[in-house]
């Protein structure tokens, strides 16, 4: 089985070049209209409710979804994690991200100030123009403010302490989690933020591989080159 959890503001709409090139069972986790001032580990157990105790199983997060993926697989021990355009733990945030938290920026900015302003998110997230773009274009006008600023509070106060093994698929051209210094399990070349929807095809077999190794036992750790 395999769970998917979309990125911050995003919905099962980003899965739809990847879907139908994945084999096996797969269910979208949609996102949950957080409580007030709910903590993220109580956020997250909401939404394992929604996951098979019993069985292994994939948990594939992108973006804030991987640390949600992560925070769930502490809740089942049979998950495995894999992280899609995210990071493994706190002390990856970016000097931009962190900025932004030391400042306390984001506090005075509405998210959907961000509507104003999609060439700009297109750059930093590494939106294609066509349909990419015009996707984007509606995730951004779908955001719902209070759920988008719960999350990013969340995702800058993360207390990743014993999150456990994961494996990460980041693209070489990711700007908001750019590859640093850690090794990735695979990098994929020319991928940006986006690319769950630009590089479905290299995604999908990253993951039906993973899957299949799973299923069977064998080694699912054993990661692939680097990907043209």
Same mark, same amino acid.
Request: charged residues 20%.
């Given at each position: 089985m395999m769970y998917l959890i979309p990125g911050l503001g995003a919905d099962e709409r980003v899965f739809r070049n990847l879907l139908p090139l994945?084999?096996?069972p797969v269910q979208v986790l949609p996102?949950?209209?957080p409580l007030q001032d709910e903590s993220l580990p109580h956020y997250v157990a909401r939404i394992a409710e929604l996951v098979d105790s019993t069985q292994p199983c994939l948990v594939v997060g992108v973006s804030f979804g991987g640390v949600v993926a992560l925070e769930l697989c502490r809740l089942r021990p049979l998950a495995q994690a894999v992280l899609i355009s995210s990071i493994p733990d706190a002390s990856c945030l =970016? !000097?931009?991200l962190r900025a932004i938290r030391a400042s306390r920026v984001y506090k005075l900015v =509405? !998210?959907?100030?961000l509507k104003l302003f999609p060439r700009a998110g297109q750059w930093y997230f590494g939106v294609r123009n066509g349909e990419e773009y015009q996707l984007f274009k509606e995730i951004l006008n779908d955001m719902e403010p209070r759920y988008t600023r719960w999350a990013i509070d969340r995702l800058l106060h993360w207390d990743s302490t014993d999150t456990g093994?994961?494996?990460q698929i980041l693209g070489t051209k990711d700007r908001v989690f750019p590859p640093g210094p850690a090794p990735v399990d695979y990098l994929i070349q020319g991928g940006g933020h986006f690319m769950i929807l630009s590089?479905?095809?290299e995604i999908s077999h990253i993951l039906n591989r993973l899957a299949e190794a799973q299923a069977t036992g064998t080694n699912a750790?054993?990661?692939l080159p680097i990907i043209l």
């Amino acid at each position: 089985m395999m769970y998917l959890i979309p990125g911050l503001g995003a919905d099962e709409r980003v899965f739809r070049n990847l879907l139908p090139l994945l084999r096996g069972p797969v269910q979208v986790l949609p996102w949950l209209t957080p409580l007030q001032d709910e903590s993220l580990p109580h956020y997250v157990a909401r939404i394992a409710e929604l996951v098979d105790s019993t069985q292994p199983c994939l948990v594939v997060g992108v973006s804030f979804g991987g640390v949600v993926a992560l925070e769930l697989c502490r809740l089942r021990p049979l998950a495995q994690a894999v992280l899609i355009s995210s990071i493994p733990d706190a002390s990856c945030l =970016p !000097p931009l991200l962190r900025a932004i938290r030391a400042s306390r920026v984001y506090k005075l900015v =509405p !998210p959907q100030l961000l509507k104003l302003f999609p060439r700009a998110g297109q750059w930093y997230f590494g939106v294609r123009n066509g349909e990419e773009y015009q996707l984007f274009k509606e995730i951004l006008n779908d955001m719902e403010p209070r759920y988008t600023r719960w999350a990013i509070d969340r995702l800058l106060h993360w207390d990743s302490t014993d999150t456990g093994r994961c494996l990460q698929i980041l693209g070489t051209k990711d700007r908001v989690f750019p590859p640093g210094p850690a090794p990735v399990d695979y990098l994929i070349q020319g991928g940006g933020h986006f690319m769950i929807l630009s590089h479905a095809h290299e995604i999908s077999h990253i993951l039906n591989r993973l899957a299949e190794a799973q299923a069977t036992g064998t080694n699912a750790e054993a990661p692939l080159p680097i990907i043209l």
